[in-house]
DNA sequence: CGCTAAAAAGAAATCGTTTCCCTTTGGCAC
DNA sequence: GTGCCAAAGGGAAACGATTTCTTTTTAGCG
């Protein structure tokens, strides 16, 4: 499995947003997947540069948002305020994270829920939702269990 | 009413927290208090060198995230990641908010549905929620049906 | 009234993020 | 395959919200 032959079917994804498929994206795309936590873009940004000789922070950020605003990819917004990126392997449209602020790791939250609240809202106070945050921030499973496996942000 | 003699017992509330009760701090809450919308630092800060001849832009910071910490405020995530702050007459305990993104009006959700979510979420993956953002954005209303009320942030 | 720790001022630093401008490149046309 | 052009990327610099630092002031207690 060479990744200058096996794309996962990225370059199609790109496509579809009106986007190039330029090795970069490519590569990002795949860091992220292959990732089972959220990086942020500084760290996405360095492990980039081990395999391209040039890449610039920038194109990083360009990049991200472009793929978040795509769907493609999902932000996680940690209390720290600074952003997250997660590529989001369920493929059952739109949903939401349960986060480990300790080790990263992302649970999907179906989406039901939430549409409840919405309606509810919508119908008692006369407004419309164009967007909204949903997100649950704790210690996952396993570094609740054995602290060492604990890290931070 | 007079700020100076009707202090709205912000000094209760301030020494509740364990702060001592500073004209700046008792005027802060009164303009949050006042004001039906969300306010960044900056806002504030402005108002406030309306009332004070001398007033820093650190000192409303580091008040904003101490009131905030107490409980007594609120914070506003915006979709454009600045932080703004609310003051919240639901006496209610812990809920959530519906903010219009247009005028800034602010209507409280009763926590009820997240907690729901919060049991189940716990129960699905083991692991134990430390806090969570939950925010709804829009237009309220009222901007929904006079455009021309619309502000930008 | 004096003391002491908390609070505030003001300037400067921090740092995540974005902008600018110039160079490179993907992808379609010929 | 070659050329073209808009999109993408590089790198430096700007930006701007937030924080830190150091010194001065003040609240609140004895």
Not at 11 to 21: F, I, N, P, T, Y
Not at 26 to 45: K, T
Request: proline share 4%.
């Amino acid at each position: 499995m060479n990744s200058d032959t096996e794309n996962h079917g990225f370059g199609a994804v790109l496509k579809e947003l009106g986007l190039k498929e330029t090795p970069k994206r490519r590569v990002m795309l795949e860091i992220l997947a292959e990732e089972q936590r959220f990086l942020s873009p500084e760290e996405l940004w360095l492990a980039l540069k081990g395999r391209f000789k040039t890449i610039g922070l920038p194109t990083v950020y360009r990049n991200l948002e472009e793929l978040a605003n795509g769907g493609v990819i999902s932000t996680v917004i940690h209390p720290n305020r600074q952003l997250y990126y997660y590529f989001c392997t369920a493929e059952s449209g739109h949903h939401h994270h349960f986060i480990c602020t300790s080790c990263r790791r992302v649970e999907d939250i179906p989406e039901c829920t939430v549409a409840a609240m919405e309606g509810e809202i919508v119908t008692r106070t006369g407004g419309k939702i164009t967007s909204h945050i949903v997100q649950f921030n704790g210690f996952c499973r396993h570094c609740l269990a054995d602290p060492n496996e604990r890290t931070a942000i």
